[in-house]
């Protein structure tokens, strides 16, 4: 029986980021992904003409103060993969409002102090504190022992941040708890309460939290230093797309394991966790389509999962999974996105589209707490956003055509109970309606689709395993949000490691890539 240093289990970007960083290391991996492609939502796919984008609309950040360039650089990344700049991050619609912001944090505070005078300090402070927080985390070491012993230092050690916030205490408490443990539930805890303590104008609120999507469905429960990190990265480096899609981005991830002497295996579902004496030692598996297969074993010294935590649990011995449930006990998954996949006849950018990003939301939304309360209704009069890749060589369609995406915050229970027909009708009627809703966007637009198809919360559960569909894990909330509360790259079981969106730091494109970064760091200094 072959034997490897370290089997993952799971081929999403916290898998495969730890894996190539293992191998390169010399260390002997087995990578087992249940889908006949890795990448998890860091996907494509072939439809007609269309290269179809499963998930990513632009990846932050790409600057020096990046958390990603180290590994980026330690694997060659940007040597084998074009990545290319959006002209804006992102474009806002409600009503008469029709508001363009800029990619760069100077330009974006000159165009919103123009349209919002009497809100510049607010504005500045907003800037001012997203970005401070974003430098200064950029600077903290990742090693997790090290940033647990300086946590209580951290004002003293970088008092840049310090300055940004007249509530410097309340802002960074879950960086020093042990100083402030009565701060969990601060009035700057959220970014929602932080806007509030500093702008009036609830217009300008719901501009500034237009993207709140690409990290949680509340900005009310969204913990402040989670959000101020992602979204500071986007004004630092701004936004960039992987030409040809984000399967560019997993396939390269694969091949450099298997070029340093690793095995990704497709196809495969890992059904247990051999423990032995407390410690991981192995997985069990067999083959996860074509009907039933006999289960094979496979030892290793380390066991990292890529796999949803809560998953994990199923797959452990009675003792570990009662050590597992307890370390995350009451934790509350995130929500999912749906997305409706357009292939377009003709370039969109030619219908009188200008931005590649577009924000819209309801007419009736007087505030940010009223396009919360909207997701809990009827899918079809959510807000949505509208990504035009013709704005940019994405790679996505032929010559003279063009894809596009429109997504919305999306839960399994608007799906759930449906039997195929009845699923296969709602996604129609769905589709439809907001088509309807982009043709008022863009006039024409309607008429200029080839192909549509609509990937729900149940869609992603099935292809990705995530419960619910929870493309961010663990939701951002304070109370599970930062390395003293998230689950750690280390679980409670002896080799068994976590590198995944449920784990340090979080969801996305970059907080999944860090966690298998993370990992690997902590497999290699053991």
Not at 293 to 305: G, M
Not at 455 to 481: C, D, F, H, M, W
Request: charged residues 25%.
């Amino acid at each position: 029986m072959e034997k490897y240093d370290v089997v993952i289990i799971g081929g999403g970007l916290g898998g495969l980021t730890a894996g190539a960083k293992l191998s390169k290391e010399g260390k002997k991996v087995l990578l087992i992904e249940q889908h006949t492609v890795p990448g998890g939502c860091a996907t494509t796919f072939r439809r007609k003409d269309f290269l179809v984008e499963a998930g990513l609309h632009e990846i932050d950040g790409l600057d020096p103060e990046d958390m990603k360039m180290p590994l980026f650089k330690e694997l060659d990344v940007l040597q084998n993969l074009d990545f290319v700049e959006i002209p804006e991050f992102y474009r806002f619609r409600k009503g008469s409002t029709d508001i363009v912001i800029p990619a760069r944090q100077e330009d974006a505070i000159r165009v919103l102090v123009q349209r919002y005078p009497g809100e510049e300090k607010g504005i500045r402070k907003y800037f001012r504190t997203i970005g401070a927080i974003r430098s200064e985390a950029a600077r903290m070491p990742v090693g997790k022992w090290k940033m647990r012993l300086l946590l209580p230092l951290f004002p003293l050690l970088y008092p840049h941040l310090a300055r940004a916030s007249n509530k410097v205490s309340t802002l960074l408490f879950p960086l020093f708890p042990i100083l402030h443990p009565d701060l969990l539930f601060g009035d700057y805890s959220t970014i929602g309460k932080f806007m509030d303590g500093i702008i009036r104008d609830e217009e300008l609120k719901m501009i500034l939290l237009a993207n709140f999507g690409y990290y949680h469905d509340d900005p009310y429960e969204l913990a402040l230093i989670f959000y101020s990190m992602a979204q500071g990265s986007y004004y630092k480096g701004g936004g960039h797309f992987i030409k040809g899609g984000s399967q560019k981005l997993s396939d390269y991830l694969a091949g450099y394991i298997t070029s340093h002497g690793g095995t990704v295996m497709l196809g495969n579902l890992v059904t247990r966790i051999l423990v032995r004496d407390g410690k991981a030692v192995g997985v069990d598996y067999r083959k996860s389509r074509g009907g039933e297969s006999d289960t094979q074993t496979v030892h290793a010294e380390t066991i990292v999962a890529n796999a949803a935590i809560p998953n994990l649990e199923a797959m452990l011995p009675e003792k570990e999974r009662v050590l597992l449930q307890k370390k995350t006990a009451g934790f509350r998954n995130s929500c999912c996105v749906m997305n409706l996949y357009l292939g377009f006849k003709r370039e969109v950018s030619e219908l009188n589209n200008r931005t590649y990003c577009t924000f819209v939301f309801n007419d009736d939304a007087k505030s940010m707490r009223d396009i919360v309360a909207s997701l809990d209704g009827d899918i079809c009069k959510r807000g949505f956003t509208f990504v035009d890749y013709s704005q940019i060589d994405s790679g996505l369609a032929p010559q003279g055509k063009s894809f596009g995406s429109l997504c919305t915050i999306d839960y399994l229970s608007d799906w759930e109970d449906l039997d195929p027909e009845a699923y296969r009708q709602k996604k129609e009627l769905v589709a439809k309606t907001f088509i309807g809703r982009l043709e008022k966007l863009i006039p024409g637009i309607s008429e200029e689709i080839e192909y549509y198809e609509i990937g729900t919360a149940k869609t992603v559960q099935r292809y990705t395993l995530n419960p619910g569909g929870a493309i961010y894990g663990y939701a951002q909330l304070p109370e599970q949000s930062g390395i003293l509360y998230r689950p750690s790259n280390t679980s409670p079981v002896r080799n068994l490691y976590f590198a995944s969106a449920w784990s340090f730091p979080g969801g996305g494109f970059t907080g999944a890539m860090l966690s298998g970064w993370f990992c690997a760091r902590d497999i290699l200094g053991r």
